[in-house]
């Protein structure tokens, strides 16, 4: 069971850094990595992972990310509305778009965006370009996100007539 959801999930190495320490035989070096994981389907989590080499970072990393999954509202492949993300200095500014037109952004937004399964999206990043910084207020555009059937709810209102786009 573990091995068949280790294939649904979709896993992205944002970055790699290399940390070094100086100390008193010379210089120690670490890593650190930044990984999302999404099953495609509207679920993504974010991890960071630090040890001495590569892969235990990546693995570590993974392990948070899943850990840290968490469902957010899509529609048809795209967001139901425009949302602005922020985390620090970081912001995103996330639009939806047409079916077939892609998705246009930056490459850690694209990874998240991928990860979580949404195909045709516009997204400009604004302020900081920090990766970690950047993929954690996409995170919160995406929890900013409400369905059409939450709004009718909220407002008493028909389907219908909330959702007056027509992709």
Request: positive net charge; proline residues 2%; contains cysteine.
């Amino acid at each position: 069971m573990a091995e068949k959801e280790k294939s649904d999930l979709i896993e992205k190495v944002i970055e790699v850094k290399r940390v070094s320490k100086v100390v008193k035989g010379g210089r120690r070096f670490s890593f650190s990595a930044l990984v999302i994981v999404g099953d495609g389907k509207g679920r993504v989590g974010m991890g960071l992972g630090k040890a001495n080499e590569v892969v235990e970072a990546v693995r570590k990393g993974t392990e948070t990310a899943k850990k840290g999954m968490q469902a957010y509202s899509l529609y048809k492949n795209s967001i139901p509305h425009v949302v602005k993300g922020q985390h620090g200095s970081a912001k995103v500014l996330m639009k939806p778009s047409r079916p077939g037109s892609g998705i246009i952004s930056a490459g850690a937004v694209r990874a998240v965006a991928e990860a979580v399964g949404i195909t045709d999206i516009t997204v400009k990043a604004l302020g900081s370009n920090n990766k970690h910084n950047l993929v954690r207020s996409t995170i919160d555009g995406l929890a900013q996100l409400k369905s059409f059937t939450e709004i009718s709810e909220r407002r008493n209102k028909k389907i219908e007539k909330i959702c007056l786009i027509d992709f």
